[in-house]
T-cell receptor, first 117, second 114 residues
Framework: AQKITQTQPGMFVQEKEAVTLDCTYDTSDPSYGLFWYKQPSSGEMIFLIYQGSYDQQNATEGRYSLNFQKARKSANLVISASQLGDSAMYFCAMRGEFGTGGFKTIFGAGTRLFVKA | KAGVTQTPRYLIKTRGQQVTLSCSPISGHRSVSWYQQTPGQGLQFLFEYFSETQRNKGNFPGRFSGRQFSNSRSEMNVSTLELGDSALYLC?????????????FGPGTRLLVL
C-alpha cells in the first residue's frame, strides 16, 4: 500500500531563515509524482512544487526547493528566506495509478509551519 | 481562466439527511477528484471522475457517491449523514492525462452535521 509520512506536526522558523519540512513515502510503483501543497487558514490548497519519480534533478520553484532522495524515499521541502505569509499547513502528497487504472493522490498528515517575526 | 468553484461553501445538516455538493472544474479539465479533510483523519481521497466515468475510488462507504456531467462538472452526494461526515470537502481538477500535471483545488465546502 502507498503511504506518505510527515513526522513534524509543527515547526517554528524565524523570519528570513530557511526551513526544511520532512516527507517520506512508500510505494512499490516505479512511476509516481510527489507534490507539496500549502493550505492557509482559509482552507484552499495551493500547489507549491512537483517532483517526478524519474526526474534526475531536484525541483525548484522560487523560494521552494524539493530535496528528492529516491533511495531513501524522501522528498523534503525546503523554504528559503521564510516570510510571515508562509505560516500555514503544508502537505506532502504522492500521485500515481497504483494499479487502479486512474490517478489517485495520497496526502500526508501535514506540518503546521509558524514563522516568527 | 476561472478557477475551480465549489458550491455551497458552507452547509449545516442534521443526521440522517442527505447532501449534494457541486464542483465546477477549470475549463478544459476532464478530471475531477474529491477529498474529505477532517482533523482526525486528515485528507482522504474519495473518488476521481474522468470524462463522466468514475476512474478511481477511495475507501469510503457506499453512502458516498458521485457523478460527472458531460461539461465535466461533478457532484458528490452523501446519504444518511452521520456526525463523522462533518468535514471540509475539497475537489480538484486537472486534465487527467498525466502524473506530472498539477491538480487545482477549489475553496472547499465546509459541512457540519448536527
Amino acid at each position: 500500500a502507498q503511504k506518505i509520512t510527515q513526522t513534524q506536526p509543527g515547526m517554528f522558523v524565524q523570519e528570513k531563515e530557511a526551513v526544511t519540512l520532512d516527507c517520506t513515502y512508500d510505494t512499490s510503483d516505479p512511476s509516481y509524482g510527489l507534490f507539496w501543497y500549502k493550505q492557509p487558514s482559509s482552507g484552499e490548497m495551493i500547489f507549491l512544487i512537483y517532483q517526478g519519480s524519474y526526474d534526475q534533478q531536484n525541483a525548484t520553484e522560487g523560494r521552494y526547493s524539493l530535496n528528492f532522495q529516491k533511495a531513501r524515499k524522501s522528498a523534503n521541502l525546503v523554504i528559503s528566506a521564510s516570510q510571515l505569509g508562509d505560516s500555514a499547513m503544508y502537505f506532502c502528497a504522492m500521485r500515481g495509478e497504483f494499479g487502479t487504472g486512474g490517478f489517485k493522490t495520497i496526502f500526508g498528515a501535514g506540518t503546521r509551519l509558524f514563522v516568527k517575526a | 481562466k476561472a478557477g475551480v468553484t465549489q458550491t455551497p461553501r458552507y452547509l449545516i445538516k442534521t443526521r440522517g439527511q442527505q447532501v449534494t455538493l457541486s464542483c465546477s472544474p477549470i475549463s478544459g479539465h476532464r478530471s475531477v477528484s474529491w477529498y474529505q479533510q477532517t482533523p482526525g483523519q486528515g485528507l482522504q481521497f474519495l473518488f476521481e471522475y474522468f470524462s463522466e466515468t468514475q476512474r478511481n475510488k477511495g475507501n469510503f462507504p457506499g453512502r458516498f457517491s458521485g457523478r460527472q456531467f458531460s461539461n465535466s462538472r461533478s457532484e458528490m452526494n452523501v446519504s444518511t449523514l452521520e456526525l463523522g461526515d462533518s468535514a471540509l470537502y475539497l475537489c480538484a481538477s486537472s486534465s487527467g492525462t498525466s502524473l506530472r500535471e498539477t491538480q487545482y483545488f477549489g475553496p472547499g465546502t465546509r459541512l457540519l452535521v448536527l
